[in-house]
């Protein structure tokens, strides 16, 4: 059977143990997503931060504008799941502040090229119940810096 790709960015959080069974039917991509974050943190710094953990393949902060205490909210994603099981599994993170980490999964988009993944993987590095989604993912496919 051939695995499908999703045409829409979507973020799913879950318990480990249904990953599988998602992955039996889509390639993941595997990430977090960091809420309550300060709004003047970007995303470099939020890159930089996670690198610790493995090779980071995409990195977008969204201001929200309409939330109470004006915070973001991050995506960032990993060249592998292990990668991203590392980075949740050091909490509590702080950055910049106290946030709030969630472990994701998100079907591979058809546009996703190996060359993103390529370049990511040259860079140097230091070192390495039922889940539901995560609201309007749209905007990671907007612009996703390298």
């Not at 939330?67 to 950055?95: G, L, M, T």
């Not at 370049?119 to 390298?146: F, H, K, T, V």
Request: include cysteine; charged fraction near 30%; charge should be neutral.
């Amino acid at each position: 059977m051939d695995k499908v790709k999703s045409k829409k960015r979507v973020c799913i959080s879950l318990p480990k143990k249904y990953m599988a069974a998602l992955a039996k039917n889509y390639e993941l991509d595997h990430g977090l997503v960091i809420t309550e974050l300060n709004p003047y943190v970007n995303a470099g710094y939020v890159r930089a931060y996670f690198k610790d953990w493995g090779v980071v393949t995409a990195c977008k902060v969204k201001k929200m504008p309409n939330s109470e205490q004006n915070k973001a909210v991050a995506y960032v994603r990993f060249s592998s799941e292990d990668e991203a099981d590392k980075a949740e599994w050091s909490s509590p993170h702080y950055i910049g502040g106290d946030v709030e980490v969630k472990r994701v999964v998100s079907p591979k988009m058809e546009e996703d090229s190996y060359e993103e993944v390529a370049q990511a993987m040259a860079r140097p590095r230091r070192s390495m119940g039922l889940g539901y989604i995560l609201g309007d993912a749209q905007w990671l496919d907007n612009e996703m810096e390298e």
